[in-house]
């Protein structure tokens, strides 16, 4: 009797990876147009918490894909981008964008979650549980800053347990607040960023546990909680300045 070979194991995700990825996802959303200059290495560098020999390494993928493209003198430029007329969201460039964000996101992915708990599959529930495990390893990396992705993981895969292909269309194109212009947060806004994915795991587990149940309701509102908190705690980054007759009090 011949065995047939083992199929390899697949090669874990390298920092590169999962820089490579999530630059596509930006110029596949809009955030890096077509024709545009991606940021200088400097600037993504201090973006993904990465040394410029992984950068590096994720354009090279990036330009092998035709997503971009090195020229002299003008930098890396994008390539390609969304079609005109497709789904595009607004850019996040102030606190009123933001706070229209949350509130949208918090009703989308309220019933995102309920659905997924009425119709998620062993097979969806195990993508759900694998995305917990993805921020502690990029912070064993050295690179908080890819714990963002990891976090699109975890809802994107919530998504897809939801069993609407919309709804994953939706989340894929979301905007991404961390590290955008003047709304920038960095490490999650906190000091300890191990703190702010320990924080972010325990929500996440909460909801996959109430999808887990086929608790549709507690699924729903854990899920706005988690949406929620998420937005308070970028509030609690952004001081207010309060001015009186020209002085700041």
């Known amino acids: 009797m011949v065995r047939s070979a083992a199929a390899p194991a697949a090669r874990p995700a390298s920092l590169a990876d999962r820089v490579e990825e999530q630059i596509r996802r930006l110029i596949d959303r809009g955030e890096f147009p077509r024709d545009a200059r991606l940021p200088s290495e400097f600037e993504l560098c201090r973006r993904f918490s990465v ?133 920038e947060v960095r490490n999650f806004g906190e000091l300890d960023p191990a703190a702010r994915i320990a924080r972010l795991n325990a929500e996440h587990a909460s909801i996959l546990e109430a999808i887990r149940a086929r608790d549709a309701t507690r699924a729903q509102a854990e899920m706005v909680a988690h949406i929620t908190a998420a937005r308070q705690h970028f509030y609690q980054r952004h001081p207010a300045r309060i001015v009186i007759d020209g002085e700041e009090a």
């Open 51 to 183: 040394s410029r020999p992984v950068l590096r390494a994720a354009l090279a993928t990036l330009k092998q894909a035709g997503y971009v493209s090195s020229l002299k003198g003008s930098g890396t430029v994008v390539l390609r981008g969304p079609d005109p007329g497709g789904l595009r969201f607004p850019l996040v460039q102030t606190i009123a964008d933001a706070e229209q964000l949350y509130e949208f996101r918090a009703t989308l992915e309220g019933e995102i979650a309920r659905l997924a708990a009425q119709r998620r599959t062993p097979e969806a529930l195990a993508e759900i549980e694998a995305t917990l495990a993805e921020p502690g390893e990029v912070l064993a990396m050295g690179a908080p800053e890819l714990a963002r992705d990891a976090n699109f993981r975890f809802h994107r895969a919530v998504a897809r347990a939801a069993g609407n292909a919309f709804y994953v269309a939706t989340i894929e194109q979301l905007p991404n607040l961390i590290g955008m212009g003047p709304v």
